[in-house]
């Protein structure tokens, strides 16, 4: 596809459950990222991948939350045992290389129930 | 840390002039940018101040002064489409880092 795709769009889970969530780049870009967004907020980064390392994991808030980059191109966000405090949009982002501009996926509606 | 301050809302005519300001206690970042959020939608990139100065993109405009820890955009000839959320961001890279910080944001409304 010509940009950043995520899935699901939208997905409802019970409290204590694990969910995964998956990010497709934008083909050729080095550079993932992931952030989330709570409702009426500004976006806060979580995580930067550059090919399948993760330099910088400092916005992770608990280690509930992981993530991975597979084949240079795939990532999934998976937050362990969720909780209400989890409900927000979860966006990603890449870039051709590091350094350049982001472009941003339309994002991952998590409500934890 | 890293802190942007952004108005939280402001209101504009069609076809009037502007400014969304964002004021910043941050030090040692690469740029400036601002982008764009439609209510439920990803956000889109408008423009980057590397250096000081004002950039322009079309009806759009960037201004960036780290004397003053301050920059602007400035939208033009507005327009109906341009009610959006707006957010500016601080481009943090170097070593291990690569990430944006982002303003609280702006909502912008604009009225016929």
């Known amino acids: 596809g010509a940009g950043v795709s995520q899935s699901p769009s939208n997905k409802v889970t019970e409290k204590g459950k694990d969910v995964e969530l998956r990010c497709d780049p934008i083909?050729?870009?080095?550079?993932l990222y992931w952030y989330r967004q709570s409702l009426g907020q500004g976006l806060e980064f979580l995580i930067y991948?550059?090919?399948?390392?993760?330099?910088?994991k400092s916005g992770l808030p608990s280690d509930r939350f992981s993530a991975e980059r597979t084949g240079g191109s795939v990532s999934t966000l998976t937050i362990q045992r969720t909780q209400q405090e989890d409900s927000a949009v979860y966006l990603c982002?890449?870039?051709?290389?590091?350094?350049?501009?982001?472009?941003f996926g339309p994002g991952t509606r998590l409500t934890v129930l | 840390g890293q802190s942007l301050e952004q108005p939280s809302e402001v209101t504009a005519v069609e076809g009037a002039i502007v400014q969304i300001n964002c004021t910043y206690q941050?030090?040692?970042?690469?740029?400036l940018s601002w982008y764009q959020q439609h209510d439920g939608g990803a956000p889109t990139f408008l423009s980057y101040?590397?250096?000081?100065g004002l950039e322009e993109t079309g009806r759009f405009s960037s201004f960036l002064s780290r004397s003053d820890s301050y920059g602007y955009l400035l939208l033009q000839e507005l327009q109906m489409k341009d009610s959006a959320s707006y957010f500016c961001?601080?481009?943090?890279?170097?070593?291990?880092?690569?990430?944006?910080?982002f303003g609280t944001g702006t909502l912008l409304a604009v009225q016929p």
């Open positions: 982002a890449s870039s051709l290389a590091p350094g350049n501009e982001q472009f």
């Open positions: 083909s050729g870009h080095t550079a």
């Open positions: 991948f550059q090919g399948n390392s993760a330099p910088d």
């Open positions: 941050t030090s040692g970042f690469y740029g």
């Open positions: 101040n590397a250096l000081d």
């Open positions: 961001a601080v481009f943090l890279y170097g070593g291990a880092t690569n990430k944006l910080i």
